[in-house]
């Protein structure tokens, strides 16, 4: 497999935070490694994003002047702001399980 296609396929995945690209000193080589938790990354990334796009609305939206447009872009961020509470209980018991793992 060519190391463009490998690139081109593992692209969506490094920007989901499920695999990094990394390199070693020394070397021209590109490496990648899967998270070690790749479902707490992957709601990380999600809560983070939805924060993202409702920060957007918020702060840029008052700028728009068309009938009704107030009132959609306010169910629009409150829509992120659901999405984004809903990660935080299932990142919070992931967290609570990862660090009983370490103990033991």
Do not use: W
């Not at 939206?61 to 209980?89: C, I, K, M």
């Amino acid at each position: 497999m060519s190391s463009g296609s490998v690139s081109m396929h593992v692209r969506p995945l490094c920007a989901r935070e499920l695999v990094r690209r990394h390199s070693r000193p020394g070397t021209q080589r590109i490496y990648y490694s899967v998270q070690s938790t790749p479902f707490t990354a992957f709601l990380e990334a999600g809560a983070r994003r939805f924060a993202s796009y409702r920060t957007m609305i918020e702060s840029e939206g008052s700028e728009v002047n068309r009938p009704g447009a107030q009132d959609r872009l306010q169910r629009l961020a409150d829509l992120f702001q659901t999405l984004e509470d809903s990660h935080r209980p299932v990142l919070a018991r992931k967290s609570s399980e990862s660090a009983a793992d370490a103990l033991r």
